[in-house]
């Protein structure tokens, strides 16, 4: 189990990361699809997937706001009513930003699990015009609100960082 120092990791299974890995694997398949390499599951408290979604905002044709987090959340929402929605964990191959951390906290989901950080996906897309990222941790956007996200990352940078390898030219 490769997850890098710094990572919070209370209360995490080989189903988090069996999971986490899967957001990996989808945001190659992502990339290979001709979209920015991002992706994100949401599951119940049993581990099963409820929703998953890979990023859509990708120019031209794509929605700046489709980010995998918020549409994995959305399709969630739509499924599960607020109450298990709580007991749910939304898995993402990257930190999620502050527009998706809203959509998380709004549709209910309780528990948040990353691999990349914002910072190291920074550090890898540079200035490209097609991510310019914030420089605020979920962490931070979560603490603002009335009730309480578990967030859990940044776990396995590595492996989430090799879809992103050579993306960003």
């Not at 710094?6 to 992502?30: C, M, Q």
């Not at 599951?43 to 794509?62: C, H, L, Q």
């Not at 964990?89 to 528990?111: D, F, H, K, Q, V």
């Amino acid at each position: 189990m490769s997850i890098e120092a710094g990572s919070t990791a209370s209360n995490l299974s080989e189903t988090d990361l069996s999971l986490l890995r899967a957001t990996i694997e989808l945001a190659e398949e992502s990339k290979q699809n001709g979209r920015h390499p991002f992706a994100a599951i949401v599951a119940n408290e049993r581990g099963e997937i409820v929703a998953k979604a890979g990023n859509n905002s990708m120019p031209p044709e794509g929605d700046p706001t489709q980010h995998a987090e918020l549409r994995a959340a959305a399709m969630a929402a739509r499924l599960l009513s607020p109450e298990e929605l709580a007991k749910c964990t939304l898995y993402t191959s990257a930190e999620p930003c502050c527009m998706c951390s809203g959509a998380i906290y709004w549709c209910n989901i309780g528990r948040v699990v990353y691999a990349l950080s914002e910072h190291r996906l920074l550090g890898l897309t540079g200035d490209h015009p097609e991510n310019p990222t914030f420089s605020l941790p979920c962490r931070e956007v979560f603490v603002r609100g009335q009730r309480h996200v578990e967030v859990v990352g940044p776990l396995l940078e590595d492996e989430a960082a090799q879809s992103h390898i050579g993306f960003w030219v």
